[in-house]
């Protein structure tokens, strides 16, 4: 990856706070295990570090075994500061709006006479759509996540796939599923569409809350409503 490329690549202002946030508690920390703690790539993390020193925010020096330790400038704790309360405001918001549209797509669910569900994707919209289940007389039974199956998601358990929550408890089916994928919603909503219908659930089973906007003509395609 070039420098220009990687330059473009920096802009992330949530991972330029948690660069900020990592350095302040740890001012030796290295490339390696910053980008092991971030997610990203070796050479990205380093992008991001020579980005922050470029504006500012934090100063290197050099300690013994050439190493180098980083710290936080008074432009970078300001900056760590900004970026907290506007990281504070979106995740308010996308709760709000996530609980005001999961609590009408469970309304939704009842008017269509549905009465068990499951979820499909594990994380923060996951147990909003949980909590928000509790309004309405729609059971939420489990959530289908394979990569964190045998764990729990707002206290229900996560199972590997369709064929699991179709048979978890030894429940009488479902009535359809909700899909809380936040990583890549259309693509798993269109693919758990046809699966569903393959694995003998109604047509229209799949529905998504609107936070996740699912796009109307690929939901035409499938046969499958939204919200």
Known sequence: MGDETQLQETGNPGIVLSVLTSIERDSSITQRKLANELGIALGLANAYLRRCVRKGLI??????LNR?????????????????AEYLAVSLDFFRRSRSDCVALFRQCEALGWRRVALYGAGDLA?????????????????????????????????????AA????????????????????????????????????????????GVLRISPVTAATTGAPIL
Do not use: W
């Open 127 to 163: 147990e909003i759509a949980i909590l928000s289940a509790g309004e309405t007389a729609v059971e939420v039974t489990c959530v289908i996540d394979s990569r964190l199956a045998g764990r729990r998601s707002g206290g229900l358990p996560i199972v590997p796939d369709l064929a």
């Open 68 to 84: 180098y330790a980083y710290y936080l400038t008074p432009q970078g704790f300001a900056e760590k500061s900004r970026l907290t």
């Open 59 to 64: 100063k290197m020096s050099q300690v013994p």
């Open 166 to 209: 179709l048979t978890y408890g030894n429940v009488h089916g479902l009535d359809g599923i909700v899909l809380t994928d936040t990583q890549s919603p259309q693509a798993s909503f269109d693919s758990l569409s046809s699966l569903a219908e393959l694995s003998g659930l109604p047509r229209h089973s799949v529905l998504a809350p």
